[in-house]
């Protein structure tokens, strides 16, 4: 490099220009790409100023480099033939091989040979060998005009196009210097002081950071940290969600979720063979639960059936956070109420069929506030907090019904991306017959919302089968590529 650079800088010492760096690099014995390198780096300086150019040139293929050496087909054929008298086809055939078909073919056109009897001989005493002069000039880098060019393009596959770039006009630049000065690159204290006598290496802000030699994070997780930091900005408390094994009591039956709900089905829910059932729950709180199911109060009539607590003995893993909201509510009302705001994301599983948009397996995010006087206005109020901070400000709320929330909403949000409106969440107010089993007291309310992660995220991330974000088949490709951060949902 440093040579080459040399030679550039101390040939424009003396010379008006370089008028071709391809002439140059020949001239030199220099390799023509680092000459290119070397001048594109003095330009960037300003030491010199080069036209970039870009020519299309021929060169020879393969096949055209052979009949370069060793003369046409056509040639080749006719010199096998004696300049007297004549030689057999079958003669011929053996001395050229396949290639006889084809200069036959050209020899008989252009009058050079003639067959009669099985016997070829020859009509003329001199061919000249056009192909082989036009290819030999191509060879050696000289101009060939287009009839010489369209005759070579007639055959098959002599000659190719290529391109070429490189530099012309290269002339001394306005920071032109016979060699190059040395210029400083680092901010240190010793360049600081003496900046006065020093040159600084200019910064290129086009130039793309090296790709850095560290771990990444899924999308699921830098969405997860969005929303988490979203709720705690708003004041909430995350949960602790450390268990994914749960007893049905707890996932259902503290919700107020009917023991024969469809979801209770083993084809929604994945129930553990062992240990199959919970060892402990709060007695006088599963006697409360059994009774508001059975014959209700707090203004229920319940559901007038026999509650079973084996049915609330069984373990399965979670199907939603709710249940851990439900364990934390519980926990909650057994001191003296303090008003409170809960949320929790983590993973919850459903025996689902698995397509492009379900997972046996995906998170949930969950928002719960817990305090006196509390209505529906106020859930509606603070889902608008909520999703504005994630840059979905329009919403529409639709009726919707949850056997542990009374009233509920579905969320949608009009997704400007899309164009259209989409579901993201589901709401409620929690039930008495939920709550005040618990001993929370009579006034206070909660409201609740919860949420799918992995909905946003492939939104997010423009991502449209599920099994590409999350699950076995995940390509660690897409984890390394992905944008850093996304702004909005
Ligand atoms: N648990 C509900 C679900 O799985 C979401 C929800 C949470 C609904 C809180 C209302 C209140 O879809």
Redesign the pocket.
Known sequence: MAETERSILGFLQNSDQISDSGQFSSDHNLDHDQVKNVIKSLQAFRYIDAQEVIRKTWVLTEEGNKYATQGSPEVQLFSAVPEEGSISMVELKKKLGKSIDFAWKYAKEYKWLELENKQVSRKVQHVEDKMKGLLLQIQQGKEVDKDGIDFLKGRKKLIEQVKWNGYCSIKKGPNYAPERRKVSTDLTRENLENWKELEFKEYNFNTKGAPLDSGLLHPLLKVRKQFKDIFVQMGFEEMPTNNFVESSFWNFDALFQPQQHPARDSHDTFFLKAPCTTRTLPEDYVEKVKRVHESGGYGSRGYSCDWKREEANKNLLR????AV?SRMLYALAQKPFVPKKYFSIDR?FRNEAVDRTHLAEFH?M?G?ICDRGLTLGDLIGVLKDFFARLGMPKLMFKPAY?P??EP?MEIFSYHEKLGKWVEI????M?RPEMLRPMGLPEDVQVI???LGLERPTMILYGIDNIRDLFGHKVDLGLIKRNPICRIGI
Do not use: D, I, K, M
């Open positions: 199907t939603h956070t709710t909201s919850v949930q969950e719960l949850n542990y929330t509920s969440g589901n709401s409620g929690f609740a919302w919860g």
